[in-house]
């Protein structure tokens, strides 16, 4: 009986290996897949005419590749494709108050991946990244709306980039305070943060108004 496929673990290269509070870092593709998928958000960094620039975008992942899109004409992102890029996510899940100032902190899920994307250009596979960049910030509407059209295609440049080498790192639990600290009058804890969504806001020139769709609704008590 053959069991599920082991799936490689994250490439500990030289930009990926974590060096600070290294026992923050997972390299189980699970715990990369875990932050890419409650994100909703990413930020790209590309060199363009020499430098430093930072893209934020939506984003979606299919297996262990990312796909990130924009328009054919959009400069910024064509100069990823000249070069290796860095994409990041990241989850702020509680403020960390403690007792002395410089143990402040956050409690987190970060990704950051390494590599040098390519082009989609194969029909097919434009149509299932574009679905997988709609799905993963609005799941269940791609079956509903009107797909691309040659035109909207034609517009659209989609970037693929493999996911294999990537670093996550996390904090959890409290305030990390020095013992000679524990006796201040000073309050420490966690301030939980969490993103929700609120109630649905119908366009004003809906054809049918009515109920919102279960896909909408559904999200409404996810929390990410």
Not at 153 to 166: H, M, N, P, R, S
Request: with cysteine.
């Amino acid at each position: 009986m053959t069991g599920t496929p082991t799936r490689p673990k994250l490439s500990p290269t030289q930009r990926s290996t974590v060096t600070r509070y290294r026992d923050r870092a997972a390299t189980d593709r699970a715990a990369l897949d875990e932050v890419l998928d409650a994100g909703l958000i990413c930020h790209i960094g590309v060199t363009l005419h020499g430098a430093p620039v930072v893209l934020p975008t939506v984003y979606g992942r299919s297996a262990d590749t990312l796909y990130l899109h924009g328009s054919t004409g959009a400069g910024n992102l064509r100069a990823a494709l000249t070069g290796d890029i860095c994409v990041a996510v990241s989850l702020v899940d509680a403020i960390v108050y403690a007792r002395a100032a410089m143990h402040f902190s956050m409690n987190y899920r970060s990704a950051v991946i390494h590599g040098r994307p390519v082009e989609v250009t194969d029909p097919e596979e434009r149509l299932r990244a574009l679905r997988a960049i709609v799905d993963h910030s609005a799941p269940g509407a791609w079956d509903t709306v009107r797909p691309p059209d040659k035109k909207e295609l034609a517009a659209t440049l989609v970037l693929a980039l493999d996911l294999a080498e990537a670093s996550v790192k996390t904090r959890t639990g409290d305030p990390s305070d020095d013992p000679a600290d524990l006796n201040s009058d000073a309050w420490a804890g966690l301030l939980p943060v969490r993103q929700v969504f609120g109630t649905p806001i119908p366009a004003p020139d809906l054809v049918r108004p009515g109920a919102v769709p279960d896909h909408v609704t559904a999200r409404i008590l996810t929390t990410r």
